[in-house]
């Protein structure tokens, strides 16, 4: 499992792509990943939720967690492209009320601001 993370040039738009697993093991790798981002306000935070192999309760409140990060810092979160069996666990826990969720691939131009490192 890993996550990597991509910085726009402004600095407003932050796109963190997941792999392998989304559970607990990862969490302090994942709130690293937007905490390294600049306290700037109106961030926009894209995750890609592509390609998990799984995910987990931990998993969504680690979601929920960066919600709220946004949220006080004036911004957002957007989940991109889920896969059918990540989708169907967000439907259930009502995600889709919380969170805008992108099902078409978008990819704005960003400038790679460091990896974080999965176990």
Known sequence: MSISQEVSSDGKYVHINISGRF?????????????QVPGQEGVSYHVNLSDPSYMDSSALG??????????????????EQPSEQIDSILKVANFEQLFTINYTASEPSVSKLGTGTGR
């Open 23 to 35: 559970d607990y093991k990862i969490s302090q790798d994942f709130r690293d990943t937007y905490r």
């Open 62 to 79: 680690m979601l929920l967690l960066l919600r709220e990060h946004a949220k006080c810092r004036g911004g957002a979160v957007v989940i």
